[in-house]
């Protein structure tokens, strides 16, 4: 009885930041770069207006850091961001409050095909995000194969796509906002597998 108790307290005190990880990526994969190498799901949120220009980054590179100190290293390349790790997911988010995010809208209870895809295709717009154009690959793209249906109640759509890359694992979502005139901001959603 004892054994078995040490044993599940040992298992529960496991932490991946402390796993080493080698990463090279062109600028603005960073993040995903950490996730993938670390088989850890990724949510970022990403303001352009707090990030600074991403003009002129050097290409990114960690050898043999720890998840922790890769993020560290990470984090100092997008001012007014920082990071966290809550419940089995890196997160980064800006500094500031956003009022506006789609993120945080309440949702209606919906059933969809649980595949990347099918949420970069038909989640992401009905919840009120653009597509995110691919500047660069950090894995392969989602697989259309995976047929998982993904059901949700009430909620918001930060839950929903946290728990969606939860449940498919090596995977992570990213919104970018952007200012686009009028005082508004555009929100771009993406979605990365990392794959093997």
Not at 59 to 81: E, K
Not at 177 to 191: E, V
Request: charged fraction near 20%; proline fraction near 7%.
């Amino acid at each position: 009885m004892i054994f078995t108790l040490l044993l599940a307290v040992s298992a529960s005190a496991y932490n991946p930041l402390v796993n080493k990880v080698t990463v090279a990526c062109a600028p603005g994969l960073e993040f995903h770069a950490i996730c993938k190498a670390s088989k850890i799901p990724c949510a970022v949120e990403l303001s352009a207006s707090a990030a600074g220009g991403g003009r002129g980054r050097a290409q990114f590179r960690s050898d043999g850091d720890t998840v922790s100190a890769a993020m560290n290293r990470a984090i100092l390349r997008y001012p007014g961001h920082r990071w966290r790790f809550r419940k089995g997911v890196l997160y980064v988010t800006p500094n500031d409050e956003d009022g506006q995010t789609p993120l945080d809208r309440p949702l209606a209870g919906k059933r969809f095909d649980g595949s990347l895809e099918a949420a970069r295709a038909a989640f992401g717009p009905a919840a009120g995000f653009c597509s995110v154009p691919r500047g660069g690959e950090v894995g392969p793209q989602p697989r259309a194969d995976k047929k998982v249906v993904f059901t949700f109640g009430e909620s918001t759509p930060r839950s929903v796509l946290t728990e969606l890359v939860l449940r498919h694992g090596a995977a992570g979502w990213v919104v970018e906002r952007s200012p686009s005139g009028a005082g508004k901001a555009l929100y771009c959603l993406d979605l990365v597998e990392y794959g093997g």
